[in-house]
């Protein structure tokens, strides 16, 4: 079965500190994807990593990617309250379906 | 330009009662997926449509259907509706079949009482 893990899951963090999101998938895919998803709203598309070892940054968020360890990482620094959301990694492959992690709820205490 | 856009925003349905969702995708694409996120979890891919065609389906029951029209929008149907169909559903939109960024619109909320 096709899965795709997150952790943790749920994550309480002081504003200025830093934290990494882990996201390990199943398949070969050499294509993964971050979202942002504030409550009650849609999707946003964070970063798309495309192949080993890509990493992209914007802001305080970094995303990389390791193909030969199916593992991916977004990496906060310096938090701020308004990076409060539930960040998605989801992996996608030769096809558009999309296999969505369990998603990692972030709470920037001041 | 405007991005993907869904309708109804929110819609309360009874049991056993059948709905129909819309989604427009964003202008140039000609690729539809549809999500279902029940409150708490990820998204789960339902269905995809390229071209009017269907190219691809999730594990879900055949009291749910879906097509694409000749201008790239789609609509999802879901038959007979139970408590569990309440969820979030998203459409997205992408230019190609494969190996192309999704675009999210805004989902709509579907309460099944």
């Known amino acids: 079965e096709l899965k795709v893990e997150q952790n943790p899951l749920f994550l309480s963090m002081q504003e200025g500190k830093n934290y990494t999101i882990y996201c390990n998938y199943s398949?070969?895919?050499?294509?993964l994807y971050w979202y942002r998803q504030d409550p009650g709203k849609s999707l946003e598309s964070l970063f798309v990593?495309?192949?080993?070892?890509a990493v992209k940054q914007e802001g305080r968020l970094m995303a990389s990617l390791d193909t030969k360890a199916r593992l991916s990482t977004l990496h906060i620094t310096a938090a701020v309250h308004d990076l409060s959301a539930t960040y998605f990694c989801?992996?996608?492959?030769?096809?558009?379906?999309?296999?969505f992690g369990t998603g990692t709820l972030l709470a920037v205490q001041p | 330009d405007a991005g993907v856009t869904q309708s109804p925003t929110h819609l309360i349905k009874t049991r056993g009662q059948h709905v129909t969702l819309r989604c427009s995708p964003i202008?140039?694409?000609?690729?539809v997926s549809w999500y279902q996120q029940v409150l708490g979890q990820g998204p789960q891919f339902i269905f995809q449509?390229?071209?009017?065609?269907?190219?691809g389906r999730g594990n879900f029951p055949d009291r749910f259907s879906a097509r694409q029209f000749p201008n790239y929008s789609s609509e999802l149907n879901v038959n007979a509706l139970l408590l569990g169909d309440s969820a979030l559903y998203l459409c997205a939109s992408s230019f190609r079949e494969s190996y192309n960024e999704q675009f999210f619109g805004p989902g709509t909320r579907l309460t099944v009482l």
């Open positions: 449509y390229y071209e009017k065609e269907e190219r």
């Open positions: 398949t070969t895919s050499d294509r």
């Open positions: 990593l495309l192949s080993n070892g």
């Open positions: 989801a992996e996608g492959g030769a096809t558009n379906k999309l296999i």
């Open positions: 202008s140039g694409h000609k690729s």
